[in-house]
């Protein structure tokens, strides 16, 4: 039998003498991006849903909170500086997070052009990650973009007075706005699979644990996406059934 | 065994492939998935039809040539098994079962399933090596290694090259095979003096080569037949670490 075999050569890698791409720019070096900007972006929900709990404390305690957080250094500091150092460090970290994510996503379907015709159900450790993380992110990224709009901007919330930040909590998860609510629950339960796997892939990206600490960690992410999911829901939850009003 | 075979046929690179459907009577349970397919093409050859190229070697589980995604799995149903040590008992008669070859942009088709794995060779040329001084062979107590170690090296070095791990990945990623062999060498006082060149050169190779990232999904060590651990993977990324910021 004779059979030419003609063989098309794979995508070569950069000509010799060419000199590197920048390590940042590699395959790891894009995901040690995305793991630090997001364990930026993990500390500022963590701290986000610590702060929200100040709703049950009442109007008072609460929009002294968020005053707190503009007077935060004074006289020492100018006003909101505080704030705006911290929204430049969130919009920094997650430029840098969605950037990688966007590259290493299309490296990601270049490396394989041709799909399967026979798919099975995932079946590794995080097998739900391939589903929920690339989709989960959409949702999160469409999330935030209201959530600026309804309680920072208040463009789409009743309560125009910004430091009445307990009125416009109340506002905006009325029970007639029961949609605005449902969109917040779902955004959360994205949340809480991104972070489930993102939280301890980071860990493996920067540190490499061993197989025992890996299991550990996928444990502790499991266990911060679960806390951050219940503290960020009992709030919309609350105002909804009247317990918050 | 009656089988029903859907086989992935593409007469060569450049040419447009499909899933070709087969029947194949009187498979003994006891053959392999490789001898099921020679007793295909023994009829195929016998009609005057053309064969299903295929990859193998040793059959024996050790060379890494087989290559086969069957229903959706690299290697197969069984876990921690290559396609040559994959039985027909772990079929039932009257099933269908989908054949097609290794996924991805580096593995181009060579012809129907079997695909040009060179691009892991070029990993391997860029730093998958130690730089041994020749003559006498140095006395086995020359440099001695702590046995856990020298059991986690092994692990890593049980890795057979086959690819299974990209197939399997969502993302095209050669991580795992590209992390056994850094980390069986960064395991072994062998490895140390290249240690910073190997990981910087191999991780270039890869990405070069078109291979996508890693998700951390742990498809590629389900995939594995020599389940080498994502642990791998997580040591791969530290030492890249390293020596991208030139401590290591």
Not at chain 1, 99 to 114: D, E, I, M, Q, Y
Not at chain 1, 190 to 195: T, W
Not at chain 2, 220 to 230: M, N, T, V
Request: proline residues 6%; glycine residues 10%; hydrophobic residues 50%.
């Amino acid at each position: 039998m004779s059979t030419e075999l003609r063989s098309r050569p794979a995508a070569s890698g950069p000509a010799a003498g060419a000199g590197h791409a920048p390590r940042w720019r590699s395959s790891i070096g894009l995901k040690i991006i995305m793991a630090v900007s997001g364990i930026a972006l993990v500390g500022f929900i963590v701290a986000h849903m610590a702060g929200n709990l100040h709703v049950f404390e009442g109007p008072e305690r609460m929009n002294e909170y968020a005053e707190g957080l503009r007077t935060f250094g004074e006289p020492l500091l100018p006003r909101e500086s505080l704030l705006w150092a911290m929204r430049l460090g969130l919009i920094a970290a997650a430029a840098a997070h969605i950037a990688s994510s966007v590259a290493l996503t299309r490296r990601a379907s270049r490396a394989r052009p041709v799909k399967y015709a026979s798919r099975k159900a995932a079946r590794g450790e995080a097998a739900h990650a391939a589903a929920t993380m690339r989709w989960g992110a959409i949702v999160i990224a469409a999330f935030v973009v209201w959530h600026l709009l309804d309680l920072t901007f208040r463009a789409v919330n009743p309560v125009k007075d910004v430091p009445d930040a307990y009125g416009a909590v109340v506002a905006t998860f009325a029970p007639e706005r029961w949609p605005v609510t449902v969109f917040y629950l779902a955004a959360l339960v994205a949340l809480g699979f991104h972070l489930r796997h993102g939280i301890w892939s980071a860990v493996q990206t920067i540190a490499g644990p061993s197989a025992v600490w890996r299991r550990r960690w996928r444990a502790a992410a499991l266990v911060t996406a679960v806390t951050v999911v219940a503290g960020f829901a009992a709030v919309p939850l609350a105002v909804s059934f009247g317990l918050v009003s | 065994m009656k089988l029903r075979l859907r086989i992935w046929r593409q007469p060569d690179a450049e040419a447009a492939g499909r899933m070709v459907p087969y029947e194949i009577d009187g498979v003994s349970e006891d053959a392999s998935f490789l001898e099921m397919l020679d007793v295909l093409n023994e009829h195929l050859i016998a009609d005057g039809a053309d064969p299903v190229a295929f990859d193998h070697d040793c059959r024996e589980g050790i060379c890494g040539a087989c290559s086969l995604v069957i229903d959706g799995r690299p290697h197969g149903p069984q876990a921690a098994t290559t396609t040559c040590q994959l039985h027909m008992r772990q079929f039932s008669d009257g099933d269908t079962i989908d054949i097609e070859p290794w996924r991805a942009g580096p593995f181009p088709v060579v012809k129907d399933l079997v695909v040009d794995r060179t691009a892991f060779d070029r990993i391997i040329q860029a730093g998958g090596y130690i730089s041994a001084p020749t003559g006498t062979a140095p006395d086995a107590h020359a440099a001695p290694v702590p046995k856990a170690d020298a059991d986690a090296a092994f692990a890593a070095a049980a890795c057979i090259g086959c690819g299974a791990c990209v197939a399997a990945c969502p993302n095209g990623s050669g991580m795992l095979f590209m992390a056994a062999k850094v980390d069986h060498l960064a395991r072994m006082p062998q490895g140390q003096p290249e240690r910073s060149t190997r990981v910087l050169g191999m991780v270039e190779a890869h990405d070069g080569a078109g291979f996508g990232g890693c998700t951390n999904t742990g498809e590629c060590s389900a995939a594995c037949p020599k389940e080498i651990g994502l642990d791998v993977i997580g040591r791969l990324n530290r030492d890249f670490r390293k020596a991208a910021a030139g401590t290591a």
